[in-house]
């Protein structure tokens, strides 16, 4: 694959469940129409639980570091990194476990990998050009969780309120917050910033350029 890039550009986006971490990766991508860019989800990277009963999925704390398959994140990223395809696997968070199915994947100028506990592995930070956290409050964070459960994947509001506050929030504060020191980039309000998204664009396009 021809590029005049060395390797990719890697963009690390964190922030608790509902924070606006998406918004702000698609409004980086939207802002450089003239790169290739990928979007590539931690989300897709949850362990495989086909070897556990439903109910016992039922109880997978998804808000740990342990729910994710952390070794083939890393693999497929620096695959990526080296201009090579991946198969990325597809999770089923109706059956709680990893889909039979694959999507692939080509290589992309600009790698914006998003997801809460991507600055966690030290492994993961080290392969970042730049790092952003994007930092909501609780409140708005939990309003923005239970539309998207309950809309996207076809959750119960009791269950969303429940899994929220006996997981999602403890979780968050254990793990997720802390990563915040790892940082480049603290973005407030999510995908409401547009002087910060102007500001994230602009270094992509300056790495990209030099």
Known sequence: MQTKNERPVVIGVTGGSGSGKTSVSRAILNALPNHSILLFEQDSYYKDQSHLSFEERLNTNYD?????????????????????????????????????EVVHQDPKEVIILEGILILEDERLRDLMDIKVYVDTEDDIRIIRRIKRDMEDRGRSLDSVIEQYLNVVKPMHHQFIEP????????????????????????????????
């Open 64 to 100: 740990h570091p342990l729910a994710f398959d952390t070794d083939l994140l890393i693999e497929h990223l620096k695959q990526l990194m080296s201009y090579q395809s991946i198969d990325k696997p597809v999770y089923d968070y109706e059956a709680h476990t990893r889909s039979a």
């Open 179 to 210: 990563t915040k020191k790892y940082a480049d980039i603290i973005v407030p309000e999510g995908g409401e910033n547009q002087v910060a998204i102007d500001l994230l664009t602009t270094k992509v396009r300056s790495i990209l350029e030099n």
